[in-house]
């Protein structure tokens, strides 16, 4: 069993910056591929950015490439998520998820069913 933790965000500025963070529990968290989706209201929820196990490989939604960072850290065993130059389109609550098949991060990275473990989400509200 694995839980994950988030915490970070708030109320943010439009153009500002924010770092959300993912606590997780687990022997085993650096063979976990690591992602972050969000949901804004009103949607379903989206794919932001995953980070692989091995090579630290990472990808990113469109949306949000260029101005969000994905990183991990596998000692704390905590998955970070750098935002910067907030819109207020990225208001949203987003979700840290866990995927402990060790599979590549290359197949199916963006899909919600990959991930066997969720957080239960931070809000991020961006203030134009």
């Known amino acids: 069993q694995v839980q994950l933790v988030e915490s970070g965000g708030g109320l943010v500025q439009a153009g500002g910056s924010s770092i959300l963070s993912c606590a997780a529990s687990?022997?085993?968290?650096?063979?976990?591929?690591m992602g972050w989706f969000r949901q804004a209201p009103g949607k379903e929820r989206q794919f932001v950015a995953a980070?692989?196990?091995?090579?630290?490989?990472?990808h990113y939604a469109d949306s949000v490439k260029g101005r969000f960072t994905i990183s991990r850290d596998n000692v704390k065993k905590t998955v970070y998520l750098r935002m910067n130059k907030l819109k207020s389109e990225d208001t949203a609550v987003y979700y840290c998820?866990?995927?402990?098949?060790?599979?590549?991060?290359?197949?199916?990275?963006?899909?919600?069913?990959?991930?066997?473990?969720w957080g239960q989400g931070t809000q991020v509200t961006v203030s134009s």
């Open positions: 998820a866990a995927d402990v098949s060790q599979l590549t991060l290359e197949a199916n990275y963006e899909l919600e069913g990959r991930y066997e473990y």
């Open positions: 980070i692989s196990w091995s090579e630290g490989i990472t």
């Open positions: 687990g022997r085993a968290f650096s063979t976990y591929t």
